[in-house]
């Protein structure tokens, strides 16, 4: 039942296991094969170096020298610091003292922010608060007719001003209807940017500035490689974002992303996205994470009984 | 010190400083060629150090830069479009997983062929994203070319069927088909996009006379299992990586050309219209191994 990588493992270990005495260089060896497989689920290269060199000085120690079965017990070991590093726990939707809780979706282009507002608004919907979501993004053609499909499907009012470019004084009017109308919370649909743009950019910061917002969630592609760490970055430099989601996850891609957005901000995944459709939202579970990026099952179980 | 943390580099060469060839890991990966590309490579410059024809980390980087440029130019890598030379119109079909740009590719190649001088026809094969067969007129209306519509949740075969029906009345060059995006993982959506392929056949032979799969290069290993994927369901012709005005590398094309010999056609650099130039090999080659 175990999967690719404590096999893997096991085969690294085997040799050193006929002569009876687990060495370091063969540790060295099977935590190369780790460091490799983290890389292939595209965790930053920087941040796999500094996760590596806590992980070594675990593996180093007692356990897994004298494990019987010591590539299982490297995985254990792996498998748990991923998952401390993932965030520790599950990370709900900040709600404001005073409503309305204002919500605002920034990424970079095709991200899934669009998605992912209709599927908060349907979630917040159901849990019966009162939701509004707001077109921000004047840029991309049919981004305001997209969330106006979005928010019927879900039931949802939308505030749009098509042909309207001033997007701060869009944010500014919708908030104020928001308030009138005793809105529990907003969520406001940005366009896509880049983190280099200067100019789109500030056009955030100085939405942020009007909507004083209780999330700033940043939506990252779950297939994104290596420039996660830049990406992420960027937009928590220059806006404190609040929290992570992770979309289309609903594929294969291992998600190392994960693993390096938090690693360089330090905010939480709040939610995956796990789907096209408006139901398509998951919470985050670390463990979860942790074992879809090592491609293990339930290692920790498994090592328990073993 | 072996270093497992930093590298997979185990000959150090002589009269070397360490560092280099695991810089120029850390470039390769950062730059998201994966593992095995990377180790390749890195490879090849070893090899030129061990027989003391690379010795600084000009020469390191120069050596990867032609390797890359052989991987690039070996097999397919012409970049021109294939036209239908045989009567009836051209016909292009761009797919892709969610949100990587193929869409604003479309407009971007009508308008591309249009100020060619081609007259070309854009359809919305995308009837399942919200929005989506509105975003596609819009961009129709910015090039000025014609626009095969849809209602949400139609058939997108039917609407290539349609597509090409009307692109014969209306004598139309170049037919550009767009498509919903879908994980490669989704085995119906994925046999939708084979039927689409499958009606554009038999209503015209040798159409589409591109299957166009579209990459973001943002994208890191995952992009290997996309166009796997993709390619098993409908004949691939060539590759278009977008988003490469941002600081994503796109090293990933490198390990695609080995394994699958996709050309890359185009790169999106923006997303205006005009913001779609021809792959340079040697200019990618450059601007991926660039800190
Ligand atoms: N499979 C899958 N697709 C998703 C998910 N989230 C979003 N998508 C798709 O990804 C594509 C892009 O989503 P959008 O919500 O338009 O992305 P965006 O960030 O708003 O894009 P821009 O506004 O252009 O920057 C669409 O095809 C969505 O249906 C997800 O969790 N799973
Ligand atoms: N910066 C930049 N953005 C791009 C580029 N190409 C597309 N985009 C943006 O990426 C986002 C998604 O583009 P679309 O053309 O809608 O992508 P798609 O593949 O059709 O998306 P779905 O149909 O939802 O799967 C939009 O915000 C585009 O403006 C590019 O080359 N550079
Ligand atoms: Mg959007
Ligand atoms: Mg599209």
Redesign the pocket.
Same mark, same amino acid.
């Given at each position: 039942m175990f999967d690719q990588l404590s096999d893997k493992l096991e085969g690294v270990f085997s040799g050193l296991r006929q002569r009876g005495v687990l060495t370091e260089p063969m540790i060295r060896e099977g935590l190369r094969e780790i460091r490799r497989v983290l890389l292939e689920a595209d965790v930053n290269f920087q941040v796999t170096r500094d996760f590596m060199k806590r992980v070594e000085e675990k593996a180093l120690g007692e356990r897994v020298l004298k494990a019987v079965s010591p590539g299982q017990q490297l995985v254990k070991i792996v498998h748990e610091e991923l998952t401390s590093m993932l965030g520790e726990r599950r990370s709900p939707l900040a709600l404001a003292p005073i409503p309305p809780t204002v919500i605002m979706m920034v990424g970079l282009?095709?991200s899934g922010k669009t998605t992912t507002a209709g599927k908060i608004a349907r979630k917040m919907k159901r849990e019966m608060r009162q939701t509004r979501m707001v077109a921000c993004d004047v840029y991309?053609p049919a981004a305001v007719e997209q969330l106006q499909t979005l928010g019927e499907q879900v039931g949802v009012p939308v505030y749009a001003e098509p042909g309207s470019q001033d997007v701060v004084g869009i944010a500014r009017r919708a908030l104020e209807l928001a308030q009138s109308e005793r809105d529990r919370v907003v969520i406001f649909d940005t366009a896509?940017r880049?983190q280099i743009d200067e100019q789109l950019m500030d056009e955030l910061k100085r939405l942020k500035e009007v909507l004083k917002p209780a999330e700033i969630l940043f939506v990252a592609d779950g297939m994104i490689g290596q420039e996660s760490v830049n990406v992420a970055k960027g937009f928590d430099d220059a806006l404190d974002i609040t929290g992570v989601v992770l979309t289309k996850m609903d594929g294969d891609a291992r998600g190392g992303a994960a693993l390096s957005i938090y690693g360089v901000t330090g905010k939480p995944i709040k939610f995956l996205g796990v789907g096209e459709k408006l139901d398509g939202l998951e919470e985050f579970h670390p463990e979860r994470m942790a074992g879809r990026i090592l491609q293990q099952g339930d290692v920790l179980s498994l090592v328990e009984k073993a | 010190i072996v270093d497992v943390a930093l590298t997979d580099v185990s000959v150090l060469v002589k009269g070397l400083d360490e560092g280099s060839l695991e810089g120029l890991e850390e470039q390769l990966i950062g730059a998201d060629f994966g593992v095995p590309a990377t180790l390749r490579l890195t490879g090849v410059v070893e090899t030129l150090a061990e027989r003391g024809v690379a010795r600084s980390q000009r020469d390191f980087l120069r050596a990867v830069r032609e390797e890359i440029v052989a991987i690039l130019s070996a097999g397919r890598s012409d970049t021109a479009l294939r036209f239908n030379y045989e009567g009836g119109p051209t016909v292009f079909l761009i797919v892709?997983v969610?949100?990587?740009?193929? @869409?604003? @590719?479309i407009a971007k190649l009508a308008h591309r062929l249009t100020r060619q001088g081609r007259r070309v026809m854009i359809a919305a094969g *995308?009837t399942f994203?919200a929005g #989506?067969i509105e975003?596609l007129r819009r961009w129709a209306e910015r090039v000025g070319c014609e626009f095969v519509g849809s209602e949400p949740g139609r058939d997108p075969a039917a609407v290539a069927f349609d597509a090409l029906e009307q692109a014969r009345e209306k004598n139309v060059d170049v037919v550009i088909v767009d498509t #919903?995006?879908r994980l490669h993982t989704q085995g119906d959506l994925m046999k939708e996009l084979e039927k689409v392929h499958r009606v554009l056949g038999k209503k015209l032979d040798g159409a589409p006379h591109e299957t166009l799969a579209?990459l973001d290069s943002t994208t890191g290993q995952n992009a290997m299992a996309q166009i796997r994927s993709f390619g098993q369901l409908v004949p691939l012709t060539g590759i278009v990586l977008?988003?490469? *005005?941002?600081t994503a590398k796109g090293g990933i094309v490198v390990a695609l050309k080995e394994e699958f010999d996709l050309p890359v056609k185009f790169i999106?650099?923006?997303?205006k219209m005009t *913001?779609l130039v021809p792959f340079e090999i040697e200019q990618f080659a450059e601007e991926v191994m660039e800190a």
């Open positions: 282009q095709g991309r896509g880049l | 892709g969610n949100g990587v740009g193929k @869409t604003t @590719t *995308d994203r #989506a975003q #919903a995006g579209v977008t988003k490469m *005005d941002g999106g650099v923006g997303e *913001d």
